[in-house]
Every structure is written in C-alpha cells, then in structure tokens.
C-alpha cells in the first residue's frame, strides 16, 4: 500500500495512488483530534488547516487557492528567508552526515539480515551455530542503534529548518516565493559541498546510496532495505558522486577561463548540465521497482524543474569558493 507524508500525522497509508474521499476525511479528523487533545479547552474559534495539511489530504485546487491568498496577504519576509538560508547548509550538511553514518549502517544491517532479521526470536533461533548467534546480534544491535539514531537526527533537522517554499511548482507562484525557493536552494548546495569536502567522496557517495535505499523503502511503503535496494542505489549515488564531483571541478578551476564572470558562466552551464542527469537519475533509482505503478512522471518533473531553477546559481558561485577560502586562511 503507498504511503503519503501527512503534516501533523506523519506517514499514512493509502489504499491507491491519491487518497479516497474517506481517506481525506479520516485524515483531517484525526488531525483536529490531536490537535484537541494538545489544548483539550481550546478557544471557540473555527479549526483552520494549512496549505500543507489540505494538499497532503488531496485537496490540491484548494491548497493551491489558499496559498494564492496567503501570499496576498503575507509574503515569504525577507527576515525569515534569510533566516532560512543560514539553517539550510546546516541542516543539509546534518542531513549528509546521519546518511553517511546511522543511515549506511541501518541499511547494510536490514539488507543482510533480512525482513525479520532484527526480530530477537530469529536471531536466537534454534539450531544456529554460535558464530552466527553472534554476528546476527552484533548486525542487529548495531542496525537498531542506527536506526533509532538516524530517525532522531532527522527529526532534530526538520525541527530545525523548515523551507520556506518546498516545491518549484509552489515557487512559480510569485517573484517572492520563487526567491526564497531558489536562495535556500543554493544554501542548501553550500552544506552539500562542505560535506563533500569534509568527509571525502567515498562518505558522501555512501549518504546518497543510503538516501536512495530509504526513499525506495518508503516507496513500497515501509519495510526493510534489501539487497536489491542498495544493488540499485549504489551505482546511482557512484553516477550522482562522479557529477557533482566534475560541475565542482570546472567551478573551481581558475583555468576555466581568464575573467572571473567568465568562469561563472561556464561553472553555471556545467552546473546545470549536470544537475538535471543527477536528478534523473536519484528519482528513478528511488522509484523503479519499489514504487507501484513505475517511475512517477510527477515526481520526475518537480526534480527537474527544482534543478533547472536551483543549479544555475549554484553553480555560479563555484568561482567563487577558492576566493573564499583563500580569504580564509590569511
């Protein structure tokens, strides 16, 4: 069954690809539930729900019309966004370290154990030599620990930064929300590059192909990694690694071109023309043979439409970090 991220619920499971007429009322009656039982004596005024919670329900027209409102009345601030842009490199940069780490090892865990590997009364069971009473414990202990690990920092982050604007179809909505989409973006890209240097390709490599290996676990609708799982994340994230890795190096390279404009130009196509293969590529290694129905044109369009937006002025500003760093270490 799919499972859908709903604001204040969490995941839920659907019975189909969009949720039933039965399935929205249930979702946003359980969501004034809980909000009643957070203020049992709340105030006679009238529930409202956000945007957010209204298009997690299935309301899309409607959350849409609401945001068009909204933003009538309350535009993204400038405080807020640049508020936003400062959190985004770290969250991202948290976000790369707990795959790298709890991430990786959760996943290699479940794939070598199994679906109930974790499950004490099989890892005890009768008739298993002690060499592999030990090493299932040791897998299991370390893939609980992992797991519970990751599931809290990942928490922690999402407490922490917030985007102000989540899709590139919400930020075609007003010069406004478009900014705030596409500064926070490229923040987001300095926390992927200060991961990348700090913990080496290998690491950052290893964060992609646990990222992957989850969104494919969520796809199905929860369950553990598989073998099959990181078969297909790991030469994606290698792909995903390799171009990233080369948009940063024409960046980077004062031989580029003589003037520093000049190089930004370059740095941005090379950029873009990168970024667009990587998402490509993270979608469908996400989606194909985990998500019902195939790859989600859907899904594969926000991601390159995100990117045709995102890249170019990320990719803009490579020429500048040697700039920076050489500031640095005077």
Request: proline share 7%.
């Amino acid at each position: 069954m799919p499972v859908i991220n709903v604001k204040d619920l969490g995941q839920v499971r659907i019975e189909g690809d969009v949720p039933t007429e039965a399935e929205r009322q249930n979702m946003l009656a359980e969501i004034e539930r809980r909000a009643k039982l957070l203020d049992p004596e709340p105030a006679p005024v009238q529930t409202e729900f956000t945007p957010e919670q209204i298009e997690s329900a299935g309301f899309g027209d409607l959350a849409q019309t609401m945001r068009g409102f909204q933003q009538l009345e309350d535009p993204p601030g400038f405080t807020d966004v640049l508020g936003n842009m400062a959190r985004a490199p770290l969250a991202r940069f948290g976000k790369v370290a707990t795959d790298a780490t709890a991430g990786l090892l959760k996943s290699a865990a479940e794939a070598t154990l199994g679906a109930e590997g974790l499950d004490p009364g099989v890892i005890f069971r009768e008739g298993a030599s002690p060499e592999t009473l030990a090493l299932n414990a040791t897998l299991a202990g370390l893939g609980l620990f992992a797991s519970e690990a990751r599931d809290a920092s990942v928490e922690a982050i999402d407490e922490f930064y917030s985007p102000t604007v989540r899709t590139s179809e919400q930020a075609l909505e007003s010069p406004s929300e478009a900014g705030a989409f596409i500064g926070e973006g490229v923040a987001s890209a300095a926390g992927d590059i200060a991961a990348m240097a700090l913990f080496g390709l290998p690491a950052y490599a290893g964060s992609v192909m646990a990222n992957i290996a989850q969104q494919r676990v969520a796809e199905r609708g929860g369950g553990p990694v598989t073998m099959e799982d990181l078969a297909l994340a790991a030469p994606a994230a290698a792909a995903i690694t390799g171009l990233n890795q080369l948009a940063l190096k024409v960046g980077m390279d004062p031989n580029t071109a003589q003037t520093l404009a000049r190089r930004a130009a370059i740095s941005s196509l090379t950029e873009t023309a990168t970024e667009l293969p990587q998402t490509a590529i993270e979608v469908a290694a996400s989606q194909y043979g985990a998500r019902p129905g195939g790859v989600s044109g859907e899904s594969m369009e926000e991601g390159l439409r995100s990117a045709l937006m995102i890249a170019p002025f990320a990719g803009a500003g490579y020429p500048l970090l040697p700039l920076a760093s050489a500031g640095l270490g005077r």
